[in-house]
């Protein structure tokens, strides 16, 4: 007998803290007289990025928040770069500032993200933030891990006493998403921290038998469905972090249509974590604009 795991609807949930972050900014404005404002900037002509800044643009309009673009040739130097987010961090309409990765290879990306004011970081790159998100008192937690995380919330499945694993140990989400699932506490109470958690990847020992042990398996690895049905402990929940070109299709990390056999629950790809990590970024910009008005 085969059963069919729960699709954990991404785009919705995505749309659910959208309505949420408008009417948020909403109250805000009224009471301030101010917009939020998100401020992108893009080196050079690579055709995803384009996308996923023009979404980002258009997700902040929804939410009646100011967003600015500014497009660089892909000639511009480290030192212009930085010299740009100098201006950036004085600029008062300018609440948070998001440099599009990944950056031309000439351009050392490090240091313009170093330079970014910390309070601006909306991506949670800086390592102030990433800093204070280890020490468990976070200022902005990062856009995709917390997006994983808002799905698990909103599904009602939580993460405390269970035993995560992590496929990938990136600085934009296999390493903070570990670092906010071993934390005692979560900004979602503490149902969604407090998980035994297994950051695995390339050197990992025997991979499907650790992956194995999870109930919450994570991919974020940048591997077309890597993740087969054979890896996945039979009822667990699985998140797909993954966006993957094949052929004409988009893919996820997991093997979508074998999991969904094993899983109890699992994202689709598109239309899981990819929507929620532009909501992040939305709520990260207003807590920008509530911070700078405060200080
Ligand atoms: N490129 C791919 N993912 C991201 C992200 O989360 N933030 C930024 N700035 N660039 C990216």
Redesign the pocket.
């Given at each position: 007998m085969t059963s069919t795991a729960r699709n954990l609807d991404g785009k919705a949930i995505a749309l659910q803290i959208q309505e949420e972050i408008k009417s948020e900014v909403a109250q805000w404005s009224a009471a301030t007289g101010k917009v939020p404002q998100l401020t992108?900037i893009l080196v050079g002509d690579d055709p995803a990025?384009q996308v996923?800044v023009r979404n980002k643009e258009l997700a902040c309009k929804r939410v009646g928040m100011g967003s600015q673009l500014i497009h660089l040739p892909s000639s511009t130097t480290t030192a212009e770069l930085e010299c740009l987010v100098h201006e950036l961090n004085a600029d008062q309409n300018t609440s948070g500032i998001?440099?599009?990765?990944?950056l031309p290879k000439h351009i050392d990306a490090q240091r313009i993200l170093d330079a970014i004011d910390w309070r601006k970081d909306v991506?949670a790159?800086h390592p102030y933030n990433v800093g204070l998100l280890s020490q468990g008192r976070p200022h902005f937690l990062?856009?995709?891990p917390f997006g994983v995380v808002q799905i698990l919330y909103r599904s009602g499945i939580k993460t405390a006493g269970k035993r995560v694993c992590i496929i990938g140990r990136s600085d934009?989400v296999g390493k903070p998403l570990a670092a906010m699932l071993v934390q005692r506490n979560s900004p979602l109470g503490p149902d969604w921290a407090n998980a035994t958690v297994t950051l695995a990847h390339r050197q990992t020992p025997d991979l499907p038998k650790v992956t194995r042990q999870a109930d919450i398996l994570i991919a974020a690895i940048g591997q077309p469905e890597f993740v087969r049905a054979e890896m996945v402990r039979p009822g667990a929940t699985v998140i797909d972090v993954g966006i993957n070109r094949l052929g004409d299709r988009l893919v996820g990390d997991v093997d979508f249509a074998g999991v969904q056999q094993v899983a109890s629950a699992l994202t689709p790809v598109p239309g899981g974590v990819g929507p929620l990590?532009v909501t992040m970024?939305l709520s990260n910009t207003l807590i920008a604009a509530r911070t700078a008005s405060s200080t």
């Open positions: 992108a990025s996923y998001l440099v599009q990765l990944p991506d790159f990062p856009c995709t934009i990590t970024l």
